[in-house]
């Protein structure tokens, strides 16, 4: 398990930005899981499955931040910090198939600007972006500024 000051930093802007005081910190853990995140305490916990959906960071951080802002039920206090946070309506699960299959993964991209790597299975036919980076720097949404990179065929093991 281990911190990740990037996406702290970026969790806490969308805290700050919604006024509210709870600073959080947010960790990556091998150990979740089917997973995509928890939330106890001020601490966000991410599956790093979800680097091969980059773009559902930012969705995951919102959800675990509605946690940590309100109880860690899915009930009506949830559901309105949910609002806060941008994310009216969002689901209580998140069925990913991408966090639940054994997958060898064969190709890795990099993000040029903050250097996160992205493991997957089969080329995709559309240019990648940085889950990480377009939520520090754009507001989670996608920008070409944020193209990962082919690098080279990934390893079998680790993610
Ligand atoms: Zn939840
Ligand atoms: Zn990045």
Not at 62 to 86: P, Q, V
């Amino acid at each position: 398990m281990h911190l990740d000051r990037l996406l702290t930093r970026a969790a806490n802007d969308i805290l700050e930005t919604i006024g509210e005081q709870r600073r959080a910190q947010v960790y990556w853990d091998p150990k979740l899981k089917s997973t995509a995140g928890t939330a106890w305490g001020l601490e966000v916990t991410l599956n790093p499955k979800l680097a091969r959906v980059p773009m559902m960071i930012e969705r995951i951080i919102r959800h675990e931040l509605a946690h940590i802002i309100s109880t860690l039920e899915h009930g009506e206090a949830w559901k309105d910090a949910c609002r806060r946070l941008g994310i009216p309506g969002e689901e209580t699960h998140h069925n990913i198939p991408e966090l639940r299959i054994k997958v060898k993964r064969k190709y890795r991209y990099v993000c040029p600007r903050c250097g996160m790597t992205y493991d997957r299975v089969v080329k995709p036919t559309k240019q990648l972006a940085c889950g990480r980076c377009c939520l520090q720097h754009n507001g989670g949404k996608y920008s070409r500024k944020f193209h990962l990179r082919l690098t080279r065929a990934a390893p079998k093991k680790g993610i």
